[in-house]
């Protein structure tokens, strides 16, 4: 019962988790853009994010091992410490735009500045690390993030066409009137691949799983969190596609402050839609920011041989604890200079398709080495996924710098 | 650790790992290793923990950089004090007694000024 209970509670942890600021953007504005001809791309990338994310938390499980100690004793320390620059910066990015988001947020419901916002929010989130326990951290957002679920209702209120919906899970050549567009599209692709991709999250389910402290027979718990927790999250974005198609670009309405997600909502539920939505964007926003400071701590500290762990003391993790402070501290200050958290998002999201493959080899390497993994390293149906989306998310990253320059930052 | 080879082939298995002290508190990587001539060939007499040890394998630009930033700090530990060599390698004394870990202890002394710390 009890080990019921923990699949339960991981599952819904990890459905409220899965949309943070980033994709949320992506999504309603593919959506609004394309209707549902990127539906493909969610589920490609759904599926991309599992195959990784069980992978990281099997070696975790079974050796107790973090993606970055593996990505330095196996691509060596100078692949090594360019991923972790790369990777760092990617974090301190999307926690800027986490943060920026929250701020956007609380301004909608407050009207006090923007600028005081953020520093609410700074002491906020620092606050909400340093005093609840990691377990009490992955509740508390995963689950005030479930409240997105409005989204999922507000679309079955609206009344998709359900036959142009499935269809959209079949990729096919995007039905567009103008070359330009066809770019937009490509460029709509790659993004959304790589914002439900975010390498920050594997590094931060890993690294879950040891502060969890899982062991080799917590393999089918990870697998089940993986599996069933992360279909449900894409749930969430399939119904902010389906609301860019059928509300959005039905309405002329062009998406592009977090906020404007929240109408959907409430023209469909009034002001228990609005507040449920406002609420769910805010959790998912604040548990993002904090997967993302931790992860550049827990990055650094695992790169570099540190202690590390939220279940450790902070005077026993001392340049842990200062990691995250400082990255917390840092992505305030980004968005304290007036820079548009949106923007910040479609830079992170571009830069961090080019991580992905440097993050993805080494876990991939050591899932499948039966010496290091024994009985639990990969099957083949595994190491064929994993080798195809190895494949995959290189070609991505290949393609997303010529496209965002090419589309100017999807502008068009 | 004297039945373990000490040679170049060494390298692969101890460079870049983790380094676990006596108390099971991580304090560093093998950033380097020291060795020795001998007859039979170069044997390892130590790790070597820290920038002054990790730096010299960055290109030039980036060596002076990571000198101007977080110094040339780097201590040695006697190849000795190694007792087991799995996917971390383990030592026999504290992190304090080899000198690893300073500035851990150092801004954890500073952090238990703050509550719940």
């Known amino acids: 019962m009890a080990q019921f209970a923990e699949i339960f509670l991981g599952i819904l942890t990890a459905m409220g988790g899965f949309v943070e600021i980033g994709e949320l953007m992506f999504t309603l504005n593919g959506g609004t853009r394309f209707g549902y001809q990127l539906l493909w791309v969610n589920l490609l990338g759904t599926?991309?994010?599992?195959?990784?994310?069980?992978?990281?938390?099997?070696?975790?499980?079974?050796?107790?091992?973090?993606?970055?100690?593996?990505?330095?004793?196996?691509?060596?320390?100078?692949?090594?410490?360019?991923?972790?620059?790369?990777?760092?910066?990617?974090?301190?990015?999307?926690?800027?735009?986490?943060?920026?988001?929250?701020?956007?947020?609380?301004?909608?419901?407050?009207?006090?500045p923007y600028r005081v916002l953020l520093l609410l929010a700074l002491l906020f989130l620092v606050l909400v690390v340093w005093m609840l326990s990691f377990q009490w951290i992955e509740r508390l957002f995963g689950l005030g993030g479930l409240l997105m679920i409005v989204f999922l209702a507000a679309l079955v209120s609206v009344g998709p066409d359900w036959g142009e919906l499935a269809s959209g899970f079949v990729p096919r050549w995007p039905q567009t009137s103008h070359p330009r567009d066809t770019l937009l599209y490509f460029y709509f692709a790659v993004a959304l691949m790589s914002s439900i991709?975010?390498?920050?999250?594997?590094?931060?389910?890993?690294?879950?799983?040891?502060?969890?402290?899982?062991?080799?027979?917590?393999?089918?718990?990870?697998?089940a969190v993986v599996i069933v927790?992360?279909?449900?999250?894409?749930?969430?974005?399939?119904?902010?596609?389906?609301?860019?198609?059928?509300?959005?670009?039905?309405?002329?309405?062009?998406?592009?402050?977090p906020g404007t997600a929240a109408l959907a909502a409430a023209a469909t539920f009034g002001t228990w839609g609005l507040f449920a939505a406002l609420l769910g964007m805010f959790f998912a926003f604040g548990g993002a920011a904090i997967e993302t400071a931790l992860s550049?701590?827990?990055?650094?500290?695992?790169?570099?041989?540190?202690?590390?762990?939220?279940?450790?003391?902070?005077?026993?993790?001392?340049?842990?604890?200062?990691?995250?402070?400082a990255v917390f501290a840092l992505a305030t200050l980004i968005v304290e200079t007036g820079v548009d958290p949106v923007s910040v998002v479609e830079y992170s999201i571009v830069f961090s398709v080019v991580v992905l493959p440097f993050t993805y080899f080494p876990v991939l390497m050591v899932a499948k080495d039966r010496r290091i993994m024994g009985d639990h390293a990969n099957g083949w149906f595994s190491n064929a996924l994993g080798w195809f989306y190895l494949v995959a998310?290189?070609?991505?990253?290949?393609?997303?710098?010529?496209?965002f320059l090419l589309t100017h930052g999807g502008r068009g | 650790m004297s039945h373990q080879p000490r040679s170049l082939a060494l390298l692969r298995e101890v460079l870049d790992h983790e380094v676990v002290?006596?108390?099971?508190?991580?304090?560093?990587?093998?950033?380097?290793?020291?060795?020795?001539?001998?007859?039979?060939?170069?044997?390892?007499?130590?790790?070597?923990?820290?920038?002054?040890?990790w730096a010299p394998r960055l290109p030039?630009?980036?060596?002076?950089?990571?000198?101007?930033?977080?110094?040339?700090?780097?201590?040695?530990?006697?190849w000795h004090e190694v007792t087991r060599i799995s996917e971390v390698i383990r030592l026999g004394s504290t992190a304090s007694a080899l000198g690893l870990g300073r500035l851990d202890r150092k801004v954890g002394r500073w952090l238990t000024r703050l509550p719940m710390s």
Request: hydrophobic share 50%; proline share 5%; aromatic share 8%.
């Open chain 1, 393 to 403: 998310i290189t070609l991505a990253a290949l393609a997303a710098l010529p496209l």
């Open chain 2, 21 to 53: 002290d006596a108390d099971d508190v991580p304090c560093g990587m093998v950033d380097d290793l020291e060795f020795a001539q001998t007859p039979s060939g170069p044997v390892v007499v130590a790790l070597l923990v820290g920038p002054g040890a």
């Open chain 1, 47 to 112: 599926i991309g994010i599992m195959v990784y994310c069980e992978m990281a938390g099997r070696i975790a499980a079974v050796k107790r091992r973090a993606v970055f100690s593996l990505i330095r004793e196996r691509a060596g320390f100078g692949a090594g410490l360019l991923t972790l620059v790369a990777s760092t910066l990617v974090n301190l990015l999307t926690c800027a735009a986490e943060v920026g988001g929250i701020a956007l947020l609380w301004q909608l419901m407050s009207g006090t």
């Open chain 1, 296 to 325: 550049a701590a827990y990055n650094l500290a695992q790169f570099a041989g540190w202690p590390w762990g939220k279940h450790k003391r902070k005077r026993d993790a001392g340049r842990f604890t200062l990691s995250w402070l």
């Open chain 1, 229 to 257: 927790g992360f279909a449900l999250g894409a749930l969430l974005s399939v119904a902010l596609v389906g609301l860019g198609a059928e509300f959005y670009a039905a309405k002329h309405i062009d998406p592009q402050l």
């Open chain 1, 197 to 223: 991709m975010l390498p920050y999250e594997t590094y931060f389910y890993a690294s879950g799983g040891i502060e969890d402290h899982w062991k080799p027979s917590d393999v089918g718990l990870n697998r």
């Open chain 2, 60 to 78: 030039a630009l980036l060596r002076l950089a990571a000198a101007a930033t977080v110094g040339r700090g780097l201590v040695r530990v006697p």
